[in-house]
């Protein structure tokens, strides 16, 4: 019996995300979430995951995220993302990023989408955990000799969403 009700709730899963998958393809301002150009893909409206390419600066950003919308894919969602930073200055050559945050995306009937979002981010690498990155470089103190207690990382793009 409890195999035929694990058949059921699949079935029943698949049903319901068989006429709500979608892919998004997106362009920004190196988001947290979406980086700079991102693929994601939506089994259900409320939820996305796909890779991501975030930076071409003085560092190289690849990366993985998920999201959860609250309302469908207009409105308002939370997400986490984490992303490999590679860079040949600083103490720390290899890093990993992880990012949590909040963002709100509003898609239009034609598929347009814009979003705007803001996470928080902690930085892993040299056998320490950093605060913030910039340029390539890691650091807990900004060089006016401040501690550097939270950082924010900000983004807002354009995509569009193809319904499969």
Request: with cysteine.
């Amino acid at each position: 019996m409890k195999h035929l009700s694990l058949a059921f709730i699949l079935t029943l899963l698949c049903a319901i995300s068989a006429h709500s998958q979608a892919v998004e393809v997106s362009g920004g301002l190196s988001s947290p979430n979406k980086g700079l150009v991102g693929v994601r893909y939506s089994p259900m409206p409320y939820w996305s995951f796909g890779p991501l390419l975030g930076s071409f600066a003085n560092y190289t950003d690849i990366g993985i995220s998920g999201s959860f919308h609250f309302i469908g894919y207009s409105g308002f969602y939370v997400f986490s993302s984490h992303h490999l930073l590679l860079s040949d200055k600083g103490p720390a050559k290899t890093v990993w990023e992880i990012d949590t945050g909040g963002g709100f995306q509003y898609v239009w009937d034609l598929g347009i989408l814009a979003y705007v979002e803001l996470g928080v981010p902690v930085y892993i690498g040299g056998g320490q955990v950093w605060r913030h990155y910039e340029s390539g470089r890691t650091y807990n103190r900004a060089f006016e000799g401040d501690i550097v207690l939270v950082a924010f990382r900000a983004g807002l793009g354009l995509g569009y969403k193809f319904s499969l």
